[in-house]
């Protein structure tokens, strides 16, 4: 049972554009969401993370965006640069989990 | 970076044979994790540790077992080892107060051959 789910396994933007990557969830107890990059041969990094008082939250070129009501989020890279080609992966957890749950990644490819 | 250090980083081993690998934090996490990333799959949680001698399995915990004596340590022991084992292993801490975000280590490439 896939609780967070990231169905583009894969998405190639032209530099300079905007990348937009998409994660849905099903249980309703996740209150906390993160995204983390992963570059090869490395382990994730923390990107961002949104809580869900929040329907949106900002960090430079990069922005989360919350839809409780659907249960999803994206994750917007406004411009996308070469250095921003990697896997992405969502993660959710809530209150007392202990645990993070994550997607299964989405390949994000930078075109110059 | 967070002191996260996994070890071997790389292990090619044969069917049925025991493999331990080691997870070792210098930044006094109470939580500490192993996932294994598989195509497809993504990240998915083997076992945790909410402290010393505390551990819970995670949702990939079949043919895994973990030991956890000190604060710092955090071992992964496969005890006969298949080819459906084949992965790389990331460990992970956290201090997870509230909500905070979890550390990974390089991560270990494991073959069973």
Redesign the interface.
């Known amino acids: 049972d896939q609780q967070v789910k ?1 169905n583009s ?1 894969s998405l190639s933007v032209q530099e300079g554009r905007i990348s937009i990557l998409n994660c849905d969830y099903t249980n309703s107890m996740f209150d ?1 969401f ?1 995204w ?1 990059k992963k570059y090869p ?6 990107l961002i ?1 949104i ?1 869900s008082i929040k329907d949106k939250n900002e960090d430079g070129r990069f922005t989360v965006f919350l839809n409780k009501s659907a249960k999803h989020l994206s994750l917007h890279i406004v411009p996308s640069q070469p250095g921003d080609s990697a896997v992405y ?1 969502c ?1 959710a ?1 809530f ?1 007392g989990a ?8 989405t390949r994000l490819t930078i075109n110059p | 970076d967070a002191g ?1 250090t996994q070890s071997p980083r790389h292990k090619v081993t044969e069917t049925g044979t025991p493999v331990t690998l080691r997870c070792h934090q210098t930044e006094n996490h109470r ?1 500490m ?1 192993w ?1 294994r990333q598989d195509p ?6 083997i076992h ?1 540790s ?1 402290g010393v001698k505390d551990t819970d399995k ?1 949702e990939v915990s079949d043919g895994y077992s973990v030991s956890r004596s000190k604060t710092e340590d955090f071992l992964l022991t496969l005890e006969s080892a298949t080819s459906s084992q084949t992965s790389v292993y ?1 460990c ?1 801490i956290s201090d ?1 107060r ?2 905070t ?7 270990t490439r494991l073959t069973v051959v």
């Open positions: 990231q396994p906390y993160l983390y041969a490395e382990g994730p990094t923390f993370s809580s992966f993660a957890t209150q202990q645990k993070l749950v994550f997607g299964q990644g | 996260i939580y994790y996932y497809g799959h993504g990240l998915r949680l945790y909410y995670g990331f992970a997870f509230g909500n975000e979890a550390f990974f280590g390089q991560g």
